[in-house]
């Protein structure tokens, strides 16, 4: 099996989507590897669970120190996914990963997210849904 290669934490969210968009399978290495408290921050090992909520037959390998993350995409599922968030990102942060694999879900998705709804570093949660009208109406 061939992984698209990666590194660093640059884009981990979209790395992420696009590799469940595309059946893909993604390796991100030397995530923060030279930084004072190496690997994957809470917040970004927390949206990783909420992708496997999302989607059936997905594989998710991270080393010890969390600085390699292994991501093998399985099929997204869709149907009722409830997911608390970490506090350190609002629910901004989560949805908006979220909203590009919703349509392509097998069944409707009916996600609850539950956490900070707003905060300095992400978008309010009415942010993303003003963005979504706007593409969907181009889509759809």
């Known amino acids: 099996m061939s992984f698209l290669q990666y590194e ?56 010890e120190t969390g600085c390699v993350l292994t991501y093998i995409p399985g099929v997204i599922l869709g149907g009722k996914v409830e997911h608390d968030c970490n506090t350190e990102r609002s629910v901004g942060y989560y949805l908006e990963g979220v909203m590009a694999l919703a349509p392509f879900a097998k069944t409707p998705l009916h996600l609850i997210l539950r956490g900070v709804t707003n905060n300095n570093k992400d978008p309010s949660v009415s942010s993303p849904e003003r963005c979504r009208n706007c593409v969907w109406k181009v889509l759809f």
């Open 8 to 63: 660093g934490c640059n884009f981990l969210r979209q790395r992420l989507m696009l590799s469940t968009l595309s059946s893909r399978p993604v390796q991100i290495s030397n995530i923060r590897a030279h930084d004072d408290n190496p690997g994957l921050r809470e917040f970004e090992a927390s949206y990783i669970r909420l992708l496997d909520k999302l989607t059936n037959g997905t594989r998710i390998e991270i080393n």
